[in-house]
Structures are given as structure tokens and as C-alpha cells.
């Protein structure tokens, strides 16, 4: 009998703790969410699992421990090397020829990225967070997850858990919430504006772009160069035509099993001692600040556009909301949004798209810039 004392007491359900509940039930939520609604689910599952897994008392399974878990984190967050990868990933997967078949959409994404520096700003200034967890926390308004999480990771690991939920929650929300800001800042007569066509891509534009952005955003913010490097480098293997293989492998089974790493050990960050703060809170109110900033950026400038350019060039100003880099979500939400409001008859897709990888970069830049200040 005193051994199976002994044992109960050395065992995690001797150990457990309330804060050690509430993180399983929100574990749950989020795997929940992935499931049952669709949100994310190639994140939200490893993400809402890992937490789970670093709320087992004496397991050893947090980011922070000597387990396998903190084996991952410290060799592949830490280091810079997973989040990376991600990104060459994505460049495979992207296709650049809307944005350079409308070289003006480029503004849409650089526009689309206010809510970053309105929410670090807040962050800073009136929630008194540190100029580098503010940053890490602003980030989340360029609503790219790997972004979010690379940044977090070298300005304020202590905060990389929420950030990370807030910026997969906040993607995974795109059609709840950008429809609303689009409506209230657009009127009919803007929904209804018909696109022209894109001027036609060469093969030697498509082979050109990911070189000379590469060089050419790596020699402005040297910090950028992990993120805009590997991306640009994953579209060179999409475009050059002669690299299948590497295409297949980056863009399929690689990206997803880095993605299976970044989920589960970004998940395993959440310790109740680390996520049940009121901290926490204001990470998420910030998301939500920032994520509906860079919307709004995104529409408000192509509205600015329109007053300048003639009548047969003016830009429909809802692909401006595609400007934050949730690819292509927010391309398709814009989309939708523009087809339902003018009954089928504008479907501006492609020319959302301009925007939508513009903020992919957009966004990269935006954690370079970060970075050189403040790293």
C-alpha cells in the first residue's frame, strides 16, 4: 500500500495543478477548431497538442525542459532554422506573376502592413511592453505565422506561444473578420470596379524576380535575408522549370514536416506558468488591433491610388485587404467578398493576389527592419 502511495505521488495526477486544466481545455479548443471548423488545421492541431503535452507534470514534453520537445525547439527555433524552411516552402508554392503583372499591387502590400507598427506602437506605448516584445507582438498584423514566430523567437521567446496562437487564430479568422472593415470602407460603386486583364508574365521575369528581389532585399535589411532569401530561393525552384524534384520535395513532404516540428514545439511553449497572464490577454487584443489596421491600410491606400490614376486603370480598392500575407486566404476572402456584393458579376481574384504575396514580403521586411533595430 505505501508503494502505491509512494507511486500516486510521484505521478503526474498527484502534480496536476488548476492552471494545468485550463491549458488542456484550450488545447482542446484549438484542436477542436482545427477539426471541427477547418481553422488552420495543419497548425492548430500540432500547436493546440504541444500545449497540451507541456502541461503534463514530470513529463518533461515543454520547449523549456531537457526533453525531446526542448531538443526540436533549441535546434530549430532558437537557431533560426525552421521557421526558414517554412518560408521555402511558400516560395515554391507562390506564384509571383499577379504581382508582377500589376507592378502597382506592390504598394497594396507594403500599405497592408500598418497594423504591425500601429499595434508595436500600442504595445510600446500604451500597454507598456518592451520596444522588443512590442515588435515581436506587432508583428502579428502582417498575419504570416512563420514571420511571427522567427521574430518572436529572437526579440521575445518568453512570449512566443501567444504570439503564435494570436497569429494562427487571426489567420484562420480572415473571412469573419475582414469582410465587415472592407464593407465599412468602401462604398457600391468601388466593389463594382472590373479590373482589366494583367499584362502577360515572360518566362524571364518569373526566373528574374526571385534573384534580384533576393539580392536586392537581403542588401537593404541584412536581417531580412533568412526569411526573403529562403523565400525567394523556393520560388526560383518553382519558376526555373528544370528542379521538379526539389519542387516536389520543398513544397510537400519537407514543408510538412517542418510544419509538424514548428506546431508541436511552438504548442509546447504554453505553459500555464507562461500563457495564463494577463499578458496573454493583450497579445490577443493586439492581434485583433493589428490585423484590422493592416486591413484597413490595405484599402485606405488603393483608395488613395484611385485619385490619381485614370479611369480606366483605377484599382478595385477590396484587394487592398489581400495585402496581409495570409496566401491565399485572403486573396479568396476578397474575392468572395467582391462576388457576393456585386452578385457575380466582379471576381477579382487574380488581382488579389498581386497584394496577397506582396505582403508575404511585406511582412518579412517588416521583421528585418524589426530585427536590425532591436536584435
Not at 309 to 336: D, F, T, W
Amino acid at each position: 500500500m505505501d508503494m502505491l502511495t509512494q507511486l500516486l505521488q510521484q505521478s503526474g495526477f498527484a502534480n496536476l495543478t488548476l492552471g494545468n486544466w485550463v491549458m488542456f481545455a484550450i488545447g482542446a479548443v484549438l484542436i477542436y477548431l482545427a477539426i471541427a471548423k477547418k481553422f488552420e488545421p495543419l497548425l492548430l492541431i500540432p500547436i493546440g497538442f504541444g500545449a497540451i503535452l507541456a502541461n503534463l507534470p514530470l513529463a518533461d514534453m515543454s520547449s523549456h525542459g531537457h526533453g525531446i520537445i526542448a531538443l526540436i525547439y533549441n535546434s530549430g527555433i532558437k537557431t533560426e532554422l525552421l521557421p526558414p524552411i517554412i518560408f521555402m516552402g511558400v516560395g515554391v508554392l507562390t506564384d509571383f506573376r499577379p504581382l508582377l503583372g500589376r507592378p502597382l499591387t506592390f504598394l497594396l502590400g507594403a500599405a497592408a502592413q500598418l497594423g504591425i507598427f500601429a499595434a508595436a506602437l500600442g504595445a510600446a506605448y500604451v500597454l507598456g511592453f518592451t520596444p522588443k516584445e512590442a515588435a515581436a507582438i506587432g508583428i502579428i498584423g502582417g498575419a504570416d505565422g512563420p514571420t511571427s514566430i522567427f521574430l518572436a523567437s529572437q526579440l521575445a521567446p518568453h512570449l512566443l506561444g501567444p504570439i503564435a496562437v494570436a497569429a494562427y487564430s487571426y489567420m484562420a479568422l480572415v473571412p469573419i473578420i475582414q469582410p465587415p472593415i472592407i464593407r465599412m470602407l468602401t462604398s457600391k460603386k468601388e466593389r463594382a470596379i472590373d479590373m482589366p486583364q494583367a499584362k502577360p508574365v515572360s518566362k524571364t521575369a518569373t526566373i528574374m524576380f526571385p534573384i534580384i528581389t533576393g539580392i536586392i532585399a537581403s542588401l537593404a535589411i541584412p536581417s531580412s535575408a533568412p526569411l526573403i532569401g529562403m523565400l525567394m530561393f523556393g520560388n526560383l525552384i518553382r519558376e526555373s522549370g528544370v528542379t521538379e524534384r526539389l519542387r516536389k520535395t520543398a513544397g510537400g513532404s519537407l514543408i510538412d514536416i517542418v510544419t509538424i516540428f514548428l506546431g508541436i514545439t511552438v504548442g509546447a511553449t504554453m505553459s500555464a506558468a507562461q500563457f495564463l497572464n494577463v499578458q496573454t490577454l493583450y497579445i490577443l487584443l493586439l492581434g485583433a488591433v493589428a490585423f484590422s489596421f493592416s486591413t484597413t491600410g490595405g484599402v485606405v491606400f488603393a483608395k488613395f491610388l484611385n485619385l490619381f490614376l485614370p479611369a480606366k486603370s483605377k484599382i478595385n480598392p477590396c484587394i487592398g485587404a489581400a495585402g496581409v500575407s495570409a496566401v491565399p486566404m485572403a486573396a479568396r476572402v476578397v474575392q468572395k467578398f467582391v462576388s457576393d456584393e456585386t452578385n457575380g458579376a466582379v471576381n477579382p481574384l487574380m488581382p488579389a493576389m498581386g497584394p496577397n504575396v506582396a505582403g508575404v514580403i511585406g511582412s518579412a521586411v517588416a521583421a528585418g527592419v524589426f530585427l536590425t533595430f532591436l536584435g
